[in-house]
Structure formats: structure tokens, C-alpha cells
């Protein structure tokens, strides 16, 4: 589907949606032709959430990349690991960064660098993630992916991503990430699954958003 595989100075290509929607894959796929081509180095970046495998992989397939880790609370560290050989920069859960990553990436494409971020366009709360909403806005181009949703016989389309808790949705005042936590995504009493809107659940978030005031209380 990527009619593109070279280098495009200075544009910026976000590939989102759900856990398991082929983002990484699709990240893979587009350099794939790279290592063959002269003067197409290129890079990966992720921040530092998850460091137990230093790769970037699909589920889909074996092919890997070696990825350089930023810490997700300076995201200015990408411009220090950059260098000028470096032609295209993916830069993985992009979601994950804090604000600064919009500054980067902009400080990037000015300088002529082909970007691709990967990350989730939504939260476990079916709310817009982190510096994504930003980096989807100013991108030249969008690649949104959905999954196949892993409710109990549905396989519709997956456009979010469900926490779940000892096999029950996760409240909505359940925190995002547990930085620290070794174990964020192997816990074993936590997983996520691909969900189509009608069976994507968050116990708690009426309440909290009447409370927020987002929801009229009149509704
Ligand atoms: P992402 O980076 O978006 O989490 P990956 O590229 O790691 O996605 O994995 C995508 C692949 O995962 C698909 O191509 C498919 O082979 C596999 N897969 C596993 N579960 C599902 C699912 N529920 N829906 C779609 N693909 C799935
Ligand atoms: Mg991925």
C-alpha cells in the first residue's frame, strides 16, 4: 500500500491507531527499500518505557530494527542523537513523549529530515494521546490504521484500545502509564485489546466528565 520508499527531505508521515493496527509494521515496511539505496541512512527512535527489547518489531513479522532510546521526559535528547547522515528519523510510541516532542520534530522537518512518528492516536480512554493530536495536525501526510477487534465473535474494526484489569475494563482514573513499573506491559494481571467503539469500555468516564463539566450535567 506504501506507493513511497525513499526519502522525502523535510516531510513529516504519521502512521496511528489502535494497539495492533500494523503501525509499526507499516513503519518497517516504509524503509524497508532504504538500506539499498545510496546516501539513505536512517534511524529509530523510542522513549524509554519499555527497554526490555532494543528493537523496534512488528507482531506481523521478524523484521527488526535497532532503536536508540530517549528518555520520555526529554525528548530534546533525539536532536543530540541525530547526526547529519541521518536522512529519515522514525521515531516509535510516540505517544509517549512529553511536550517537547512537538518542538523536536518540527526543529527536525525545518532542518530537511523525513519523519515518520508511530504512536497511538488514543489513550486507553478513548482520548486523545499525549503530543499525537499536534503531530497528526501538522503532518504533510496520515496513515490512520484500525485492527480487528478482539471482543468475543464481533472482528469488526478496531479504532480504540482497551485496558483490561484482571479481565475487566480498566476505570477511567486509572493512570496512563505506570512509569517505573518494570512490568507495564507484562504485568500479568493487565492486557490490552483491540476494540471497535461499541465494545470499547470505561467504566467511571461519564461521571468524570460531568464532573469535568466536558458533559452538561442536563444531558
Ligand atoms: P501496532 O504497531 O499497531 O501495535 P504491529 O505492527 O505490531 O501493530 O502488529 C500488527 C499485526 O498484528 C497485524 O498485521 C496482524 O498480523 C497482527 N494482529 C494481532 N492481533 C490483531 C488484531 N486484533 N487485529 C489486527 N491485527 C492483529
Ligand atoms: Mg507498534
Known sequence: MM???????????????PMK???????LLR???????NGCDFIFMKPDIDTREPVIKSRFGKLTYDVTYIPHDNPYKILEAVNPEHKLIGLEEAQFFSKGIEDVVEELIERDVNVLVSGLDLDFRGEPFGSM????S????????TAVCEYDGCDSP?????RLVNGEPARYDEPLVK???????????????ARCLPHHFVPGREEARHKAKIIPLNK
Do not use: C, W
Open 3 to 17: 506507493e513511497e520508499h525513499g526519502i522525502i527531505p523535510g516531510r513529516l508521515e504519521v502512521y496511528t491507531g
Open 21 to 27: 493496527s500494523g503501525k509499526t509494521r507499516q513503519l
Open 31 to 37: 524503509v524497508d527499500k532504504l538500506p539499498y539505496m
Open 133 to 136: 493530536p499536534y503531530l497528526m
Open 138 to 145: 501538522i503532518a504533510d501526510k496520515v496513515h490512520k490504521f
Open 158 to 162: 478496531a479504532t480504540r484500545t482497551q
Open 179 to 193: 512509569i517505573g513499573d518494570e512490568e507495564i506491559q507484562g504485568a500479568k494481571n493487565e492486557s490490552y485489546e
